[in-house]
């Protein structure tokens, strides 16, 4: 792999996107969120992102946008990185709560880029965004239907954003944009996947430093752990046995936050799986496959512990 600039070499590893766990009453649970920060940060993760898709950004108010970031930053207290999520509707909250991340310590954000700007007004958009933040700044690829950014405007964005240092790629075909992408940025802009998990290995191969999935950390780490060790064989012996479940939860989005849920229910660290609309409950048949695979999530991460 390529050197990357010292401010960013050291952002590498397995990075989960924390879930929002909610109470009865539909509020968030933060005892439940401290519980998953600690989980977070005892399996031996690189960091955390919070507050973003798999948070239900969409469903969270501005408020309760803010409640995650204050509670996060404060209970981690510097314990790993923590990338908090600015993505929002307008820019006014953007701005926002890039400017309340920076005042409570937070080492990064991320931003999901708005739809239907392009050139100079991204850029425009991300400088105002970074300016109030953090030093260091994370745009989220995202896009289920299509390439996402151009390349042109991430090249623009990479010149003209000092603080933009990593791109988290979640796009139709991800594969060949991490290498692209590397290529014309001559390997100085840090690279994520997220959704795109189920290229894992492959992305790993293309020179991607950090994966961001949601749940199943333990198993992630071991994955990450053993191609580090050059032992990828072994690496992709072990990924293949979650590729049953990626199959399961990849259907859509909404499915892989409940089922997630679900599972953070079993390993005892949330209360409830309850979701927000548009995320549905599961019917029969699916809960009857998701409990099937979360007994095998269970299985391998107790295998895994006690070896």
Request: hydrophobic content about 40%; proline content about 4%.
């Amino acid at each position: 792999m390529a050197e990357l600039p010292k401010d960013i070499s050291s952002m590498h590893g397995i990075i989960p996107s924390l879930h929002t766990p909610f109470n009865e009453k539909n509020k968030i649970d933060i005892p439940c969120l401290r519980k998953l920060i600690d989980q977070t940060i005892s399996t031996g993760c690189a960091g955390m992102l919070v507050g973003a898709v798999a948070g239900e950004n969409s469903s969270l108010s501005f408020d309760e946008k803010n409640i995650i970031l204050n509670e996060c930053v404060n209970y981690n207290k510097n314990r790993i990185p923590i990338i908090v999520s600015c993505t929002a509707k307008n820019q006014i909250e953007r701005i926002s709560l890039s400017k309340n991340a920076k005042e409570l310590g937070a080492d990064w954000i991320l931003c999901q880029a708005p739809e239907n700007i392009f050139g100079s007004e991204l850029v425009k958009c991300f400088n105002e965004i970074a300016q109030v933040g953090p030093d260091n700044l994370m745009i989220q690829d995202l896009s289920w239907t299509d390439y996402g950014l151009r390349d042109e405007d991430i090249v623009l964005l990479h010149k003209n954003v000092d603080k933009f240092k990593s791109l988290k790629i979640e796009v139709l075909n991800s594969g060949p944009k991490y290498t692209r992408v590397l290529n014309i940025t001559n390997h100085q802009l840090h690279l994520s996947g997220g959704w795109a998990i189920m290229g894992m290995i492959e992305a790993l191969n293309r020179g991607v430093r950090a994966l961001i999935p949601s749940t199943m950390e333990l198993i992630y780490n071991k994955i990450y752990d053993l191609y580090l060790e050059n032992k990828k064989e072994d690496s992709r012996r072990l990924f293949s046995q979650i590729l049953p479940i990626l199959s399961f939860t990849h259907q859509h989005i909404d499915i892989s936050i409940k089922f997630s849920k679900m599972l953070r229910v079993k390993e005892g660290i949330f209360n409830t799986s309850y979701c927000r609309e548009p995320v549905k409950d599961f019917d029969q048949f699916q809960i009857e496959e998701a409990n099937l695979h979360i007994k095998k999530v269970l299985n391998l991460q107790n295998s895994l512990n006690n070896n």
